[in-house]
């Protein structure tokens, strides 16, 4: 019975090592993301560059949108329930330069709230190939 113990915590042990926190889990789960989004919804607030562009957004949408989408690409157990990302910025005649703007606020945020630099840089690299649709050229 003693050996059985053994095998099995040695078994599970292993198995907490080999298995790699998914980069929802890495971000801190639901509580993570729901502080990143208010932490990059503040900063958007404070950003003179780019806050001319919500004056007619509906925030608490916006955020409970933005929440599903970063917890869906992160590998979380959400749906994300908003438009495309084609069809929610046209219109708003968005630059590169604005997004780099959002992403260095976004930066900031997640290097406060200390997620790790590997867990930053698989975040920005999913949110990356959006700019395409985000921008307008
Ligand atoms: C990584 C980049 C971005 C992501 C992941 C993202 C994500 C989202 C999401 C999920 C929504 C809600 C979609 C919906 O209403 O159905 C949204 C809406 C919106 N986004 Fe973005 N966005 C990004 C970049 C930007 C940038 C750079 C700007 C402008 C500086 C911007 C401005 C807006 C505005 C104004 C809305 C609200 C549209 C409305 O009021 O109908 N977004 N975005």
């Not at 019975?1 to 801190?28: D, E, F, N």
């Not at 503040?42 to 007619?56: L, P, T, Y």
């Amino acid at each position: 019975m003693r050996i059985v113990s053994l095998v099995l915590i040695i078994l599970l042990s292993a198995c907490s090592h080999t298995t790699k926190p998914s980069l929802y889990q890495q971000l801190g789960g639901e509580q993570g993301i729901a502080a990143i989004t208010d932490g990059l919804l503040r900063a958007i607030e404070q950003d003179q560059r780019i806050v001319h562009h919500f004056v007619d957004t509906d925030i608490a949408r916006f955020r409970r949108l933005l929440a599903e989408q970063l917890c869906n690409i992160s590998g979380g157990p959400c749906q994300y329930t908003g438009g495309t990302m084609q069809q929610s910025h046209t219109g708003f005649n968005i630059t590169l330069a604005d997004y780099d703007a959002l992403v260095e606020n976004l930066i900031n945020v997640m290097q406060q709230q200390n997620i790790s630099i590997s867990a930053q840089n698989q975040l920005l690299a999913l949110l990356a190939p959006m700019y395409k649709d985000i921008t307008y050229r």
